[in-house]
């Protein structure tokens, strides 16, 4: 069965500081792999998605940035946080064309800047 | 950009009380999905719906795509604490496959 890991679970970080959260997924292969981020009171905001090894799409300018080392690896980065990153960061998966997708979220990273 | 809303944004009822949810926009959805969140962790998948009209059911939960493709209404008969969460509603905009997500419902079932 697949499953997705996503860590770490919570985040304290200073204004300034780099970033970098990492979700791996297991039991597919060339998954379509996403971050998302949740506000409270907002909807889930997609930031990047990818359709394969260094293929990465933002949807959001932002001071965030993706990657894809691996098939299965999608990896959040800032190089300077900002108060305005803290949140809540899903890493989903899914597999299909798009408009056709179904999302498997992980457990979510809450990440506070201050 | 569609736009879903859903209503009400906070509902709070007793341990078998009947409730129902919508997820509204202006424009057609190709799909609709509807999600349960807990706090601490990811949405988790309840359902998707695909045609106008479509009524689907999951144990006590009855997930119903307007005939227009512009709406979803999840109703839950006798709620229960375990249904506690937020619910979210996801749209595939019919013209470029984007999906967007509602800001959701927090449901609360109290024993």
């Known amino acids: 069965s697949q499953t997705i890991h996503q860590w770490p679970a919570t985040l304290v970080q200073p204004v300034g500081s780099p970033l970098s959260l990492e979700c791996t997924v297991e039991?597919?292969?060339?998954?379509?792999l996403y971050w998302y981020r949740q506000a409270a009171g907002r909807g889930l905001q997609l930031l990047f998605y990818?359709?394969?090894?260094?293929?990465i799409s933002s949807e959001v300018p932002q001071n965030l940035s993706a990657s894809r080392p691996q098939d299965r690896q999608f990896i959040l980065s800032s190089k300077k946080l900002l108060l305005s990153d803290s949140g809540f960061y899903l890493c989903?998966?899914?597999?299909?064309?798009?408009?056709?997708?179904?999302?498997?979220f992980g457990s979510g990273t809450q990440l506070s800047v201050l | 950009t569609q736009l879903l809303e859903q209503s009400p944004q906070f509902l709070s009822i007793q341990e078998g009380e009947n409730l129902t949810v919508y997820c509204n926009s202006s424009?057609?959805?190709?799909?609709l999905q509807w999600y349960r969140q807990e706090p601490g962790e990811g949405p988790v998948l309840l359902v998707t719906?695909?045609?106008?009209?479509e009524v689907k059911k999951l144990k006590r939960l009855t997930f119903q795509f307007g005939d227009a493709r512009k709406d979803s209404s999840l109703h839950i008969t006798a709620a229960q604490p375990g249904d506690t969460g937020l619910y979210l509603c996801?749209?595939?905009?019919?013209?470029?496959?984007?999906?967007?997500f509602g800001a959701g419902t927090r449901l609360t079932v109290k024993p």
């Open positions: 039991g597919t292969s060339n998954p379509n």
């Open positions: 996801a749209g595939v905009d019919y013209n470029n496959n984007d999906m967007r």
């Open positions: 990818s359709v394969g090894i260094g293929q």
């Open positions: 989903a998966w899914s597999v299909g064309n798009r408009g056709n997708e179904k999302l498997f």
């Open positions: 424009s057609v959805f190709s799909s």
């Open positions: 719906v695909v045609t106008g009209g």
